[in-house]
């Protein structure tokens, strides 16, 4: 079975013009294929430092030893 048998999405509500429908077509076609070619691409996170970032926190005892006068 192929593909094309199969619909790419189904209008459940309003009455879109058949160029309203080309063009969702076209951007979901242009999307899929877009994320077929992103997936197949190796990833690489050597240069990602996210993972070794912490997030600064208050620290409540950083003012203890501090008197007012």
Do not use: C, I
């Amino acid at each position: 079975m192929s593909d094309t048998s199969a619909p790419l999405f189904t209008v459940l509500k309003g009455n879109p013009s058949d160029s309203e429908v080309a063009a969702l077509t076209t951007v979901l076609t242009q999307l899929a294929a877009q994320a077929r070619t992103e997936r197949d691409t190796e990833r690489n996170l050597w240069g990602k430092k996210d993972p070794y970032r912490r997030d600064h926190l208050f620290n409540p005892n950083a003012f203890r030893n501090v008197t007012f006068y």
